[in-house]
């Protein structure tokens, strides 16, 4: 295995229509601050990018921020849904990525148990 | 409170993003003939003064958001010494820092790398802008990883494309599948 395998990915995904341009539709951001980091988002994060490639998303993004503290609800996630109102979910674990990734992210309703906090964009 | 190796290499990279750092290096190496495991994040960030340094070794100060407590480097620096291990944050304001944590590698205490293949897949998938570079060593196996390298091959194709991040996954479980023993 090695790194220059990356070129014939290239080759084949720049033919894919479906490669983003732009803003992606879903934005989700892991809360990677210290108690976050102690309460398991290292798991969290790489279970986002596991469905993202187990699902073939290319609409989708993960990104993290240290700034948010929420130390009771640690790990937390916020879904960014194009013009939609941010959604926050705390606690949150693999199985749980999992339903937010099936029913928020791809079927678009949010998972209102596990929602923490809802803001405007 | 962080009971994993890697979840520290986490938030030093966390706090070196929050830095504005154009460059992180990661090292990570296991010399088991001389027993000392050594972790060192490298950043050109904005670095610290000597005063907020003080500060943030003490521990209880943080610029990365209003809750946060500060603690990620004074529990690293307790880990290591209580490891039989070294710690130093060499730092200077507008140049960037360096944090260097050693351990006595068989130390009945140290913590485990509780999943060091999602820890480096993590780091490098959302390293937007900023370039990572990362090397491993232990006595079998070594590989280094440049995000710069890697986004030359890719042009445009995104980081997080599920192509990459699959190939990504497999590259990581290759070179160091079954390294989270510490």
Redesign the interface.
Known sequence: ?K?????K??E???KDLN??KGDARVRIVVG????G??AG???V??AF??E???????D?????T??????SSEPVVEIHVREKPIVVYGNVDRDRVGRIITEHVVNGQAIEEFVIEVREP | ???EL??HI??LV??A??AKSSMIEVTVARDTANDILTLRIRDDGRGMDEQTRHLVERGFHST?????????IPLLRETAEHCDGTFSLASRAGEGTTVTATFRASHIDLPPF??LE??F??II??S?QTRIRIEYRDDERSFE?DTQ??RE??????L????????L???LA?RIGGAHEA
């Open positions: 295995m790194l220059e395998d990356l070129r990915i290239r084949r995904a720049s490669l983003r990677m601050g210290t108690s980091i102690a988002a290292r798991d994060l790489a990018l596991d993202i490639a187990k699902r073939d998303l290319t989708v993004v993960v990104t993290q240290g700034g948010r503290g929420l130390a | 409170m962080i009971e890697d979840m986490l938030d966390q706090n993003m929050t990365k958001c209003p809750k946060c407590v500060g603690l990620g509780g999943n999602a820890t897949l993590d998938a959302t937007g990883l390298q890697i091959m890719l042009g445009d194709v995104p997080q494309h599920p192509e990459v991040i699959r190939f996954h497999a590259f290759d």
